[in-house]
């Protein structure tokens, strides 16, 4: 492969809250160990040590920042957090990128009060469109990152997501293969209709978890049955463990302008995630990606 890309870790597979203790350079340091040298940071505190931390790691581990969580305001009123909308935080934030030499900011979700409001969708696109122009003249890029929700059929045949991008025509998408698919797309197909669009992309498998099914040796029971059948069967999964054709993603996404391919695993299901990301790294070594580490 003459061109590649950087496969690297979405943090909120490894977050503080899904840890006993966390410190940056010491999560960095461990996950150099297992093969990785680029994160995206999401669900991190940006405090003044942790992002001094994510700093030593670029400098004593060569490690790579991809981009960073922002948001154009709180996901619902009084939400504590940094904001783009607020000048302080705006300003912190823009530096706060400069030094972990990153030039893209990613929006992990749209506001709740805009989930499946078609004329609060359009407005917080154009919030974000705002910020994309504000943003570019500082030398940031701004990206979306897709659930299953955006997926949302309109009456026109569109989606949710391309009202987003109708309405902030200069924002990116960083495109998650298995919301893509919980969202009833093909995430190859889709990731080549956003082509220009995307230079992040999340690679997380989708498996079907095993349906068990209750005990019918004294009779069968119907409503027993149905509650174990229509079960939420769907999972995250570690790559090479679900069903996706991660091969063809990863292709279409390189296809597609994608620079950063970034694994997350929502949920490990008691597995160590390190553990989780380890497999998934010999998976994409399988596939031939060795040399995108």
Avoid at 38 to 61: H, W, Y
Avoid at 211 to 240: C, H, W, Y
Avoid at 247 to 262: N, P, Q, T, V
Wanted: hydrophobic share 40%; charged share 25%; aromatic share 10%.
């Amino acid at each position: 492969m003459s061109k590649k890309g950087l496969i690297g870790v979405q943090m909120s597979t490894i977050a503080p809250a899904k840890m006993p203790s966390f410190e940056p350079f010491e999560v960095m340091s461990k996950l150099v160990e297992i093969g990785y040298h680029c994160a995206e940071v999401s669900q991190v505190p940006m405090t003044k040590e942790n992002v001094a931390g994510f700093r030593r790691a670029i400098d004593e581990l060569g490690f790579n920042v991809s981009s960073l969580t922002a948001a154009v305001a709180p996901m619902f009123p009084g939400q504590p957090g940094e904001y783009l909308s607020n000048p302080d935080d705006y300003k912190k934030m823009l530096d706060d990128a400069r030094t972990l030499n990153c030039d893209m900011f990613r929006i992990g979700m749209m506001p709740m009060n805009a989930i499946g409001n078609i004329q609060k969708c359009i407005d917080f696109a154009k919030q974000a469109e705002e910020y994309c122009l504000k943003l570019k003249e500082d030398g940031i890029d701004l990206y979306y990152h897709n659930h299953h929700i955006e997926f949302m059929k309109l009456e026109n045949g569109e989606y949710l997501l391309d009202v987003l991008r109708a309405n902030a025509p200069h924002m990116g998408f960083e495109l998650d293969t298995h919301w893509i698919q919980r969202g009833g797309e093909n995430p190859v197909e889709f990731i080549k209709k956003y082509a220009g669009s995307v230079r992040l992309l999340h690679l997380k498998d989708y498996r079907i978890a095993n349906v068990k099914m209750p005990d019918m040796s004294a009779g069968f029971d119907m409503k027993k049955f149905a509650s174990a059948f229509f079960a939420e069967p769907v999972q995250f999964a570690e790559l090479g463990k679900g069903n996706l054709p991660l091969k063809a993603c990863i292709e279409a996404g390189l296809e597609s302008g994608a620079e950063y391919f970034l694994i997350e695993q929502d949920d490990s299901y008691g597995r160590d995630p390190f553990d989780c990301l380890r497999d998934s790294r010999d998976h994409l070594i399988k596939l031939g990606y060795a040399d995108w580490f």
